[in-house]
């Protein structure tokens, strides 16, 4: 079975940094597009960043030039470091990954189960 699973979430100070991970695992033929996503309490699940198997990226504007997505395709990895961060950056992040699992033909969309990223203080 196919599955996510972020970690290095955790409770930074305002101006701080964090680094968090997501790892795929399972039966996977080809991951293609991995991103991040985050929800805030009381708040939608918002879109933070993509990146494509080549490396290309896009980060939503309240995170650009604060957060860079990143991805290590040996070892079926999406990370996201977060930098200068604010207490609106609090919520939990999800990852997800476009891959086309093992006995597919075509893609589908995966999602980790979230970690918290506390910023306060």
């Known amino acids: 079975q196919v599955q996510l699973v972020e970690s290095g979430g955790g409770l930074v100070q305002p101006g701080g940094s964090l680094r968090i991970s997501c790892a795929a695992s399972?039966?996977?033929?080809?991951?293609?597009?991995m991103g991040w996503y985050r929800q805030a309490p009381g708040k939608e699940r918002e879109w933070v960043a993509t990146i494509t198997p080549t490396g290309s990226t896009n980060h939503t504007d309240s995170v650009k030039g604060r957060f860079t997505i990143s991805r290590d395709n040996a070892k079926n990895m999406v990370f996201l470091q977060m930098n200068s961060l604010k207490a609106e950056d609090t919520a939990v992040y999800y990852c997800?990954?476009?891959?086309?699992?093992?006995?597919?033909?075509?893609?589908?969309?995966?999602w980790g189960r979230g970690t918290q990223v506390s910023v306060a203080g």
């Open positions: 399972g039966s996977i033929v080809t991951i293609n597009a």
């Open positions: 997800n990954a476009d891959l086309i699992p093992r006995g597919y033909i075509f893609s589908k969309l995966y």
